[in-house]
């Protein structure tokens, strides 16, 4: 369980790709402090197990499953990822609830400047841009943000400084890929509400039940 709260920028040392598969090395100044064999670390946005470390770097290896709906599988060497070490029960909360198990892919349309904030516009499958809602939450490459607009195609985040300073979010240009992970609530007031039914929450059923 992860918070969103990105403790630290690393650097792809090494990639070993196999046919489907990848071995992923990764160098951190800092997030090794107190992490052992077999924890987990998220990286941009997806849970991995540390499968070798030392005081400088961690490997990881990436399943198939994992390369298919993530954008890992875009990464090299010298690219940057967003870290994040398991929340401690005694952490605060500070973000929100993450698993570390992405929904899917989102691909950036563009960029914004206001002020001291960035828009980042990013578009998205229905099957994912169903669970997103307006002033809701949403990890994006494993940051917790709230979502400021969201229709049928893309959703948008205003970013603040210390979130361009301490993520790779302002690295990506437009087309490039993102990680997204929808708050988690949504995903299970639709299963419980439809259980072993064909259906979805969309505009027409809110309007038929009386919440629009």
Not at 17 to 23: E, H, I, N, Q, W
């Amino acid at each position: 369980m992860f918070t969103g709260l990105v403790e630290d920028i690393g650097i792809v040392k090494s990639i070993t790709k196999s046919v489907r598969s990848a071995k992923i090395t990764i160098i951190s100044d800092f997030i090794l402090e107190d992490v052992k064999l077999g924890d987990s670390i998220c990286t941009n946005g997806v849970c991995l197990t540390v499968t070798n470390l030392n005081n400088k770097e961690f490997s990881v290896d990436v399943m198939p499953e994992t390369i298919r709906n993530s954008n890992l599988k875009n990464l090299s060497s010298g690219s940057k990822v967003n870290l994040e070490r398991a929340l401690k029960a005694s952490d605060r909360l500070g973000g929100h609830i993450v698993s570390g198990h992405i929904d899917g892919i989102g691909t950036i349309r563009s960029f914004k400047e206001e002020e001291n904030a960035t828009w980042i516009s990013i578009a998205s499958e229905e099957s994912i841009l169903k669970y997103i809602v307006k002033r809701g939450s949403i990890a994006i490459d494993g940051t917790s943000l709230t979502v400021a607009y969201v229709d049928d195609q893309v959703f948008k985040v205003s970013i603040i400084p210390h979130t361009k300073e301490k993520t790779i979010l302002l690295n990506k240009k437009v087309g490039d890929e993102v990680n997204l992970e929808c708050d988690v609530i949504g995903k299970y007031i639709e299963k419980l509400t439809f259980h072993n039914e064909k259906k979805t929450i969309d505009v027409n059923f809110l309007s038929d039940n009386g919440f629009i």
